[in-house]
């Protein structure tokens, strides 16, 4: 009996909806946008979170950082710079860090700079990493050719190299790098292994890459490559020569970087506080400085949260504005069809009948919009990938939530229209011309 009543006053409806197709239409438009601009909005919200923690979860999760910066410069009493500079990471402190931290597994010192890479008559701007054999174990670094640094080559100082996958399509062409000589200053490295960086953020790194021509006109580093780490101190040195402003200052810095990887996700703070009392105690200046990416990630994902809950909340603004059309269009269809309802209620239908029945015309008209919605609002974050180079991810959640929240306004929206026709009387609504 109920099934029929409701798949009664369903057709009924759907009649009176499709009797005024462009008004129905023009209603439902706000709840479409509503829905999709929700989805929309929550998709490159999420994607943008996610490809900020997965390249943070690069670094490593049970990695500590420790970077060195430039302090601020020194003044002597007659006002002059100093001439010589010495400030940051020591090999000392990795000692420091693999003698006096136990919770330590792994401890990587790097040297970074930038400088010209030349091969034949090709010469492009690189990233010199002076490292370790070990590094792959704390990096996303993996090996695709050939081999990575070894111990042998760190203890005779070998003058060999590894280079990343863009490196190669930019210096090498279409030569094999393998057994190649690569130009660096004034000494020459062989080329022993081809290395890439395990990610999954493809899609961005694919776009840098077809923009490989834009960065070469700004001086930008188009690949790295890995050397030894005693062979960089032996060739380059430590020291280095800064010109500006009409003065010379020589700058000495052993390392611009220590990574420290723990045993467990547990100990990472613990571990991070002491690498704060190490560094606190043998450096007076304010010459480095910690990256923890647990932290990071932390701080991600309640950045993700409330960034989230604030694009939802403007999205639901059009939903609201869409559910407050649906009121004033059912209000107007209820002062049209006063006569309808005082006949219904004249035949005996009773105050839910006609509760029902409009109620029922507002969610035909809300879930019709919000499936057309949750369809739009799927193709718009595929749109901004394609278009945008943005990433986008659309969850079930959200897809959930913004139905749910349609059928919700055309409920809430449309109880006040429905009690309004149900407590009309019916003597007063047969008079109604």
């Known amino acids: 009996m109920f099934f029929f009543r409701f798949k009664r006053t369903f057709k009924l409806g759907t009649k009176s909806l499709w009797m005024h197709k462009l008004r129905s239409i023009l209603t439902m438009l706000g709840i479409i946008f509503g829905v999709s601009s929700v989805i929309a909005m929550l998709a490159i919200g999420e994607g943008a979170s996610r490809e900020a923690q997965e390249k943070i979860a690069q670094l490593g999760s049970t990695n500590i950082i420790i970077k060195t910066v430039d302090p601020p410069e020194d003044q002597t009493a007659g006002g002059q710079q100093q001439t010589l500079k010495e400030y940051g990471l020591t090999y000392a402190d990795a000692e420091r860090f693999r003698n006096g931290i136990p919770d330590v597994q792994v401890i990587v010192p790097n040297r970074r700079f930038s400088h010209q890479a030349q091969y034949r008559t090709r010469r492009i701007a690189v990233e010199v990493i002076g490292t370790v054999p070990w590094y792959p174990e704390i990096s996303n670094v993996r090996v695709k050719y050939g081999r990575f640094l070894s111990s042998t080559d760190m203890h005779y100082k070998r003058g060999i190299c590894a280079v990343d996958e863009k490196l190669v399509r930019e210096l090498f062409a279409f030569d094999a790098p393998l057994g190649q000589d690569v130009k660096i200053a004034s000494d020459y490295y062989r080329v022993v292994g081809i290395v890439t960086e395990q990610t999954s953020v493809q899609a961005a790194n694919n776009f840098k890459d077809e923009n490989t021509s834009g960065a070469k006109k700004a001086g930008a580093n188009l690949g790295r490559i890995y050397i030894p780490l005693n062979t960089v101190r032996n060739r380059f040195g430590e020291m280095s020569l800064q010109i500006s402003a009409g003065s010379r200052n020589i700058e000495k810095v052993e390392l611009q970087e220590i990574i420290v990887k723990v045993r467990n996700i547990d100990q990472v703070m613990g571990t991070r506080q002491s690498v704060q009392r190490l560094m606190g105690r043998f450096h007076k200046k304010n010459d480095y400085e910690i990256t923890v990416p647990l932290e990071l990630m932390r701080q991600a994902k309640e950045f993700q949260r409330i960034f989230t809950i604030v694009l939802g909340s403007i999205a639901a603004i ?102 309004r026709a149900a407590n009309m009387d019916p003597i007063e609504s047969l008079r109604h011309e």
Do not use: C, W
Not at 332 to 360: H, M, N
Not at 394 to 417: C, D, N, R
């Open 318 to 419: 059009s939903l609201l504005v869409g559910g407050i059309g649906i009121m004033n269009i059912m209000l107007a269809t209820v002062s049209e069809r006063t006569r309808e309802i005082g006949i219904r209620r004249a035949l005996g239908a009773k105050k839910r009948d006609i509760i029902f029945q409009f109620l029922s015309e507002t969610l035909i008209l809300t879930l019709s919009g919000g499936i057309l919605g949750i369809i739009l609002g799927s193709i718009v974050p595929f749109l901004v990938t394609h278009f945008g180079h943005m990433r986008t991810v659309i969850t079930t959640s959200s897809l959930v939530m913004a139905f749910g929240i349609s059928a919700a306004v055309g409920i809430i929206f449309g109880l006040y229209p429905a009690y």
